[in-house]
């Protein structure tokens, strides 16, 4: 009994305590410091979330000309949505009913290869929430989802070809190691630090960084 015991504490208490963090640090505030010079707050993005997962959508008329071109967008796409996660876990899991233990084990216990997915859309989603930046903000913004993407040795971003859910998505190689620390939502969560944006301290889920965003 005592080795069982010990067993499930081993066991109980780093989730116990991962758990009290990611509340915490959730609700808790990362004040940004103030962007130097005149900040006219122009330029609007968005977050969206599908209940378990965060994006950062652009208009595609904010996003550099080279770089669109290069995401190859379909016909009449207006927004970009840009996601980071776990490479294992995009690609062999479209839908929840295809997940399994060993793809969640990995995702968040293993550093494991990363991808970043873009999704092109035709027309702006009512549940999408706004986020108001200047000229400043947006450029910090653009070049920290820029470095995420990995680069060929000719300093191009590299599709993973035949990997999209469907018609309107595409996955592409990134950067960085995902484990349960750093999530695709602390990914977002880091976005908004980089564009001075109040937002969590850290955030391993969608919520942290969607209760933050409602406040502005």
Known sequence: MKRLLKISLIIILPILLYSVLAIILSLASHIPASTPGVCELNKKVYVSSNGVHLDIIYPTELINGEFLNQLRPIDQAKYVAFGWGDKGFYINT????????????????????????TTFYTQKRNKWIELELCEAQLDSLSSYIKSSFKLSPRGDIMEIYGAGYTKIDK?????????????????????????KVKTAIWSPTDHGVLYHLRQH
Do not use: Q, R
């Open 94 to 117: 479209p839908t929840w009913d295809d997940l399994t233990l060993e793809t969640a084990f990995k995702a968040l216990l293993i550093n494991s290869e990363t991808a970043m997915h």
């Open 171 to 195: 996955f592409f190689e990134a950067n960085g190691d995902y484990n349960c620390i750093n999530t695709c939502n602390s990914w977002v969560n880091k976005a908004l630090k980089k564009a």
